[in-house]
Structures are given as C-alpha cells and as structure tokens.
C-alpha cells in the first residue's frame, strides 16, 4: 500500500527544469498540494546514471527527498523507437545536444531509421513514457509508470508541444501531438496517464477543488516555453501565446529598448542557441516590464 499525501503537504519536484516544475505544480495544485522545486532549495542535481527510466526516476526523487526532508516527486521520460531497440530512451534529452536542438534530434532519429530500414509506410512504432517516482525522506520510494502508443511521421508536423512531438502520431489519431491543441496532448498523454495513476495511489482521499484562475501572467512558464524553441514552428506558436497573454492582461506594453539589448545579449554571447528561440526569448524580455 502507497502512503498517502494530505492537502497542505509541500512536495519537492526533483527537477531543476522549470517548464517541467510548472507543469507538475498545475497537475497537484487543484489537490491542495504545493510543489517547490529542488533548484529553488538549492540542491544539487543528481546525476543520472541507472540504466532505466524508473531507476533515473528513483535516483532523483531519493536525492531531493533526502537533501529536503520532504516528499519528492521526480520523473523521467522519453521516446522508444521499438525498431531501434528503444532508442533514444532514457538518452532522449540527450540526443538534442547541449543546445537542446530537438530539430536536430528528430533527423537523428529519422536518419537512424532510414539508414537501418528504410522509411516504409505507414511509419515506425514508438511510444512515449513517463515514469513519477515519489520518495520519502525515509528511502521509500513508489513508482507509476504512463505510455502512449503510435507511429513517427517525417517530414515533421506542426509546431506545438515541445521535444519529439511534431514527428508522434498517437494511434487512432490522424495529428502529430506537434499539431494538437495542448489539451488534446494532455487528454492522452504519457505524463498524464503516470500521473492518474500516481493520483489513484496517492492522492486518492483528495477530492480536486478548481484552482483560482491566476490574474498574474505565468511567467514561468512563458520561460520555459521559449527555453524549449528550436523551430521556426515553434516559435509561430509562443508568439500566439505571447500574444493572447498580452490582450489577456489588457495592457499590452512592449518596450523595443529591452528587445534590442535582448536581441544583443543573445546573439553576442550565445550565438550558437538557434535562432528561433533567441528570437523567442527577445520578444519575451520586450513584454516584461523591466527596463534596460
Ligand atoms: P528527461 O528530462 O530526462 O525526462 O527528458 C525527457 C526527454 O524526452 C525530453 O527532453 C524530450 O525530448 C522527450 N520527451 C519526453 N516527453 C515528451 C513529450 O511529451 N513530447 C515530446 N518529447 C518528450
């Protein structure tokens, strides 16, 4: 039997990654439950070393639990290409190389295919997973593991969602998760299939209460979305966001001073991040209301 979290508990998500602390904080808030991330307390990343998802998961999670003496969710994901062996699996971040380039990753895993079998229709299987591991200070540790089923598609498709997603088409769909709406992605995604099942076992006593809908804008996750771009396409679709963000906010202020000197600081000291999401991150700091 899992032990069992309570409204109010404070829970380290073992992630130093903001877009991923975000998006576990909107899964547990509704739950009462407050999510603080292992960066902001200061603890070190571990680094991952098993050779599976779960024992990445559990390495994590044990690490923050123990340096925060709290509870500790972590989680570990990626995409099996099954006539790859799995691969890129647990090396999925990796194979986007220190820029995070998924552009990149993604003809990596088109031209691993290709040279290996050929590109015959109608398309590799794959799937994604997600494996969360909860971990108590204690040392227990419980697992939950989520999968989604499908075939790759390339050229990719679609700008939305972030990593391998343009080249995933989920059976019995016709998009690629790269051309969903994100509620369409999440209705069926691996991280929410793991995470209905860490719900059940943890969090089942919790009746969800909705979330009071925050006036502020999330900067944080605006963040992560621009550190994620690495497409032309997926920078078409953080500017609808930054867009709809602004008239949301009604005061749509845009301060070209702070886009120049942004525009500067990138291209002088990171020329080699692509250019898209040097573009992404300008036009992000010109919508902040810091001045140069
Ligand atoms: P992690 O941070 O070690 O869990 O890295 C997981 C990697 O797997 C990410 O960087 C993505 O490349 C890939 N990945 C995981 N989940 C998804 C998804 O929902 N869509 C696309 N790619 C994903």
């Known amino acids: 039997m899992t032990r069992t979290l309570t409204r109010g508990t404070k829970l380290v998500v073992a992630s130093h990654n903001k877009g991923k602390v975000w998006e576990i904080n909107q899964l547990i808030a509704p739950y009462g439950l407050e999510a603080v991330s292992a960066g902001a307390l200061g603890l070190e990343e571990p680094e991952e070393t098993e050779p599976t998802f779960e024992g990445n998961a559990k390495l994590k999670a ?55 079998h050929g590109w015959a229709a109608p398309g590799p299987r794959a799937n994604f997973i997600s494996v969360l591991c909860l971990a108590w200070p204690d040392g227990e540790t419980a697992t939950f593991e989520g999968r989604v089923f499908g075939r790759l598609v390339w ?3 679609g700008g939305n969602g972030f990593g391998y997603d343009p080249m995933f088409v989920p059976d019995g769909h016709d998009l690629t998760f790269g051309e969903m709406e ?17 719900r059940k076992a943890v969090l089942g006593d919790l009746s969800a209460e909705p979330v009071r809908p925050n006036a502020d804008r999330d900067a944080d996750g605006l963040h992560a979305a621009a550190a994620n771009i690495s497409t032309r396409e997926e920078l078409k679709t953080f500017v609808k966001y ?9 005061q749509p202020r845009v301060n070209l001073g702070t886009l120049m000197v942004a525009l500067e600081d990138s291209v002088g000291e990171k020329s080699d991040e692509p250019r898209w999401r040097t573009l992404a991150k300008a036009l992000l700091a010109a919508t902040e209301a810091k001045q140069p």
């Open 155 to 157: 050229p990719t498709r």
């Open 62 to 116: 044990l690490a923050a639990a123990k340096g925060a003496n709290l509870p500790a969710l972590a989680d570990d994901s990626g995409l099996e290409v099954e006539c790859l062996g799995g691969a890129p699996g647990i090396f999925s971040a990796r194979w986007a190389g220190p820029q995070k380039d998924f552009g990149l990753a993604m003809e990596k895993v088109a031209h691993e295919i290709t040279a290996r």
């Open 182 to 198: 994100p509620a369409g992605k999440y209705a069926i995604s691996h991280r929410t299939r793991a995470f209905d099942a860490f």
């Open 242 to 250: 930054l867009s709809a963000d602004l008239e949301r906010r009604g």
